[in-house]
C-alpha cells in the first residue's frame, strides 16, 4: 500500500470515528437526558474531545487532520502537495458520511435521514469562524511549538472546550458539518444551514493561516504535522 494510500485510508478511518463520537454520543446523550439540553451537550462535547485525542494519538503516525480546512492550510503552508491534499479531503469527506450512517444504524435508525435542525443567523457564523481559527492556531502553534505529541491533547481540550464558548458549538470542520446533515439527531443540521457554515470555516481558515504565518514567521518549516508525517517517523506497513 503506497504512503498517500496509508494517509487517505487514515483520513476516512479517523474522520468516521470522530462522526461517529458526534453523532453516537449525541443521540446517547438525548436518551439519557432527555430533558436537560445543557447536560447533553455536556455529555456530546466530553465524548467528542475524549475521541479526538484517541485518534489523533492513534493515526498522527500516518495522517490525523480529520478535517478539510486543516488540509488546506497544510497545502497553503507547503507542507502537502495538491494531489495528496485532494485525496485525503475527499476520504475526509467521505468518511464522515459513513461515520454518520454507521452511528445512524447502531442506534436503530435510518441509515440516512436528513436533518431537521436549522442553525443559522449572524452570530453562529461567527461561532464558526472563530471556533476554526482557534483550532488552527491551537494545531500549528503546538506543532511549531516542537512539540507536535501534544497536539492530540491541544484539540481534544480546545474543541470539548469550544462546545460551549462558541454560539455554533464549533463545527469548525466541513467535512464533518456535510456528515451531520443526514441524521436528525442531537447533532444534526440542516442541509439549507450547510452552506453558509461552510463559509464561515473557510473564512476561519483564512485568517488562521494568516495569523499562523504572522506568529511563527522565522520558523521556516513545520518538523511535522497532522496529515503529513515527519521524514524520521515510521509508518507501519
Request: hydrophobic share 55%; proline share 5%.
Amino acid at each position: 500500500m503506497s504512503v498517500l494510500t496509508r494517509r487517505a485510508v487514515a483520513e476516512f478511518v479517523g474522520t468516521a470515528f470522530l462522526v461517529m463520537a458526534v453523532v453516537g454520543s449525541g443521540v446517547m446523550a438525548s436518551r439519557l437526558s432527555p430533558n436537560d439540553v445543557g447536560l447533553e451537550l455536556l455529555q456530546n462535547s466530553v465524548a467528542t474531545g475524549a475521541a479526538l485525542v484517541a485518534l489523533i494519538l492513534a493515526l498522527q503516525p500516518v495522517s490525523a487532520s480529520f478535517n478539510p480546512v486543516v488540509t488546506l492550510v497544510e497545502r497553503a503552508l507547503g507542507i502537502l502537495d495538491t494531489p495528496t491534499a485532494l485525496a485525503l479531503i475527499a476520504a475526509q469527506f467521505v468518511g464522515g458520511l459513513a461515520g454518520t450512517v454507521l452511528a445512524n444504524l447502531m442506534f436503530g435508525l435510518d441509515a440516512v435521514t436528513l436533518s431537521t435542525h436549522e442553525r443559522a443567523g449572524g452570530g453562529l457564523w461567527l461561532g464558526e469562524v472563530i471556533a476554526t481559527i482557534g483550532l488552527l492556531l491551537v494545531i500549528f502553534g503546538t506543532i511549531r511549538s516542537g512539540r507536535p505529541e501534544r497536539v492530540a491533547f491541544a484539540v481534544g481540550g480546545y474543541i470539548t472546550a469550544a462546545y460551549w464558548f462558541t454560539s455554533s458549538t464549533s463545527f469548525a470542520n466541513p467535512a464533518v458539518t456535510v456528515a451531520r446533515t443526514i441524521t436528525d439527531t442531537f447533532a444534526g443540521i440542516a442541509p439549507a444551514s450547510v452552506p453558509a457554515f461552510i463559509l464561515a470555516q473557510l473564512l476561519g481558515g483564512a485568517v488562521g493561516f494568516y495569523l499562523i504565518r504572522a506568529l511563527y514567521p522565522r520558523v521556516p518549516a513545520l518538523p511535522s504535522s497532522l496529515s503529513a508525517p515527519a521524514p524520521d517517523r515510521k509508518v507501519l506497513s
